[in-house]
């Protein structure tokens, strides 16, 4: 069961500005134990490709029927099933000074979710909340269950979330492999602009070309980028890390944007003047992404370009972001 049953989402707890003192202190033994939690859906976390193409091809009632035919036979680990198991690993490192939880958003009804729960008991992964809406969006309760980020394979769903404020991206339900289990510390990778921060900067990118947008943000170095839908779930993990010394954390986290000189002041006062800890910041002045997340080992990568995410997809997993100006067009 897990540990904690039912508490307020407390993306931002009121002892975060009392206490810190500086990015990546240890929290004072007072503060309030910290919490994270991470909505999946079925075709995120196992491969549901065989299924799914009964569904497509012959329709609902013939997907029941293939579900409950082999809801004995276990289901291989999707895309984002590497990222839960560590996900779950780090809630056991926490121990009493906080909880990650996972949540199970699935469209199966009870009958047809039946086969993606004995999957989990047979992974042995401890997930015991779930929805299972019958064929309907679950994003409504990814604010009910007090999510910090939703993943799941249905784009539709992702942007209802998104517009709801929550953290949330398109995991598509083929794409990296499993990777190697035996690297046990996560490391989550973002892009900037659209995805950390808002789009303001790429608004004028679009419109005005990279001259005028480097122009742009050099003059306004110290003025703090707007939020991104993802501040809030980076402050989660910033206060996860903050409970262990920055050499020993379960947890890694980089910024790997296209960015470069002189555009990267802003970037840096920014997540300063948020009071944020990245462990990594790579400023790839326009670079292809994907060698560098290789090389950070990256479980998963957040990006709001489709261009980047179809680039990236075949070496880490990558969550597409559909916010901004990016996926206007």
């Not at 492999?177 to 602009?193: K, M, S």
């Not at 809030?232 to 890390?241: G, K």
């Not at 990267?264 to 920014?270: K, L, M, Q």
């Not at 370009?305 to 916010?323: I, K, N, W």
Request: proline share 6%.
């Amino acid at each position: 069961m897990s540990k904690d049953q039912g508490q307020p989402r407390n993306t931002h707890p009121p002892e975060y500005d009392a206490h810190r003192t500086s990015a990546g202190d240890m929290p004072h033994q007072d503060s309030c134990p910290v919490r994270l939690v991470v909505a999946i859906s079925s075709r995120a976390l196992f491969d549901l490709g065989a299924s799914h193409q009964v569904f497509e091809t012959q329709g609902v009632e013939a997907y029941c029927r293939y579900q409950i035919d082999h809801e004995e036979e276990v289901l291989e680990p999707g895309v984002a099933f590497p990222m839960a198991k560590k996900l779950l690993a780090l809630d056991e490192r926490l121990g009493k000074r906080g909880q990650v939880e996972l949540i199970l958003l699935s469209r199966n009804s009870s009958d047809t979710g039946l086969r993606v729960f004995n999957s989990i008991r047979h992974y042995e992964l401890d997930i015991t909340r779930a929805a299972f809406t019958g064929g309907c969006s679950p994003y409504s309760y990814v604010s009910a269950f007090g999510t910090h980020l939703f993943l799941s394979a249905d784009p539709n769903d992702v942007r209802k979330a998104l517009a709801a404020g929550c953290a949330a991206a398109t995991i598509p339900p083929t794409g990296h492999p499993p990777g190697d289990e035996a690297v046990q510390q996560l490391r989550i990778a973002f892009d900037g602009d659209a995805v950390l921060f808002s789009d303001e900067a790429e608004q004028v990118y679009r419109q005005h070309g990279l001259e005028t947008f480097n122009t742009t943000e050099s003059a306004a170095a110290h003025n703090p980028l707007r939020e991104g839908p993802f501040k809030d779930f980076l402050i989660a993990l910033h206060e996860i890390q903050r409970l262990f010394p920055a050499d020993e954390s379960p947890l890694r986290t980089a910024l790997i944007t296209a960015r470069g000189a002189p555009s990267h002041e802003r970037i840096i006062r920014t997540l300063r003047a948020w009071g944020i800890r990245i462990d990594e910041s790579l400023f790839l002045g326009g670079l292809d992404k994907g060698p560098f997340l290789k090389a950070f080992d990256a479980d998963i990568f957040f990006d709001d370009q489709r261009a980047h995410c179809d680039s990236t997809s075949a070496l880490v997993a990558t969550g597409h972001v559909p916010y901004g100006i990016a996926n206007e067009y």
